[in-house]
């Protein structure tokens, strides 16, 4: 069994935190004695979430926008302490072909996925290094590891954040700073809404990943895949010759979960929300 004790006192910074994974995880990180602040583009309600929860910060976070994480790591060091883990989990998942995907939503993608996790990334190094401690931790998927049609460049966005997370790993190798991936299969939150998950692979709960997460801050390793038989199967289908592990993604229905098949008025309300259509 884990001891969690370790994360007593932690001040942990998590981006997204309004909903889905990101307050998931601020709930069971609180409940094993962190200090906790969530920040998250939804102003209403990270502060809906942060009030009813009783975290220590909340507040309106824009992870594309320098001023605005730098400012809001500021008060979090201010009110808080030094910031031991940053946790990049902000991140969108539009679903749709290439062609009908707007080239407004495309760059929103690439904005909020790969440019805020470096951004944040960069702005928390800055703070750790001279203290010779901290933790980063960035939210990537399974989708980084594979291939999956209607979702090609959400796709793109986390092979990015996994090959640029595992450069920082060894670029700062012996620093007292780490550096982490955690890789969700489809989890149940707003951004899987509408879909159903390929065969075999049943759909994570966000507290699993907040587990994993936990267990992240306590022995801080490499990369984190959840759940272990969809991170089993997404490593072993990697290994194969390109033919047979692309007919094994037919197979279990990855070539139309995120097409055909979803869901769209399920869908309709966190798709206005990501790709900017309710602002």
Same mark, same amino acid.
């Given at each position: 069994m884990t001891d969690f004790s370790s994360i007593?006192?932690?001040?942990?910074?998590?981006? &997204?935190?309004a909903r889905g994974i990101g307050l998931a995880t601020a709930t069971a990180l609180q409940a094993l004695g962190a200090k906790i602040a969530i920040g998250d583009i939804d102003e209403t =309600?990270?502060? /809906?979430s942060g009030a009813a929860r009783g975290f220590d910060l909340y507040d309106r976070l824009d992870v594309t926008d320098q001023a605005s994480f730098e400012s809001f790591?500021?008060?979090v060091e201010r009110r808080l302490g030094p910031i031991d883990v940053l946790i990049n989990?902000?991140?969108?998942?539009?679903?749709?072909?290439l062609v009908d995907e707007p080239d407004q939503v495309t760059r929103r993608i690439l904005d909020i996925n790969v440019y805020g996790v470096i951004l944040g990334s960069k702005l928390a190094v800055a703070r750790m290094l001279p203290r &010779?401690? &901290?933790q980063v931790i960035n939210i990537a998927s399974l989708a980084g590891e594979t291939h999956i049609p209607?979702? #090609? =460049?959400?796709n793109a966005s986390k092979h990015a954040v996994l090959g640029f997370t595992d450069t920082l790993r060894e670029e700062y190798r012996d620093t007292g700073v780490r550096f982490s991936s955690v890789l969700p299969t489809l989890t149940k939150t707003e951004l899987g809404s509408g879909v159903t998950a390929p065969k075999l692979l049943r759909p994570a709960e966000p507290e699993e990943i907040a587990d994993a997460i936990a267990k992240l801050i306590v022995a801080p390793k490499s990369k984190v895949?959840?759940?272990?038989? #969809? &991170?089993?199967?997404a490593q072993v289908v990697g290994l194969l010759p390109e033919a047979v592990g692309d007919y094994i993604g037919r197979a279990l229905g990855a070539q139309n979960a995120f097409l055909d /098949?979803?869901? =769209?008025?399920?869908r309709k309300a966190y798709e206005a929300r990501v790709r900017g259509d309710s602002e």
């Open positions: 007593a006192g932690k001040v942990v910074v998590i981006t &997204g935190g =309600t990270v502060k /809906e790591l500021d008060e989990n902000a991140g969108i998942m539009p679903t749709g072909k &010779g401690r &901290g209607g979702l #090609a =460049t959400y895949r959840v759940t272990a038989v #969809a &991170g089993a199967i /098949e979803v869901d =769209t008025q399920a």
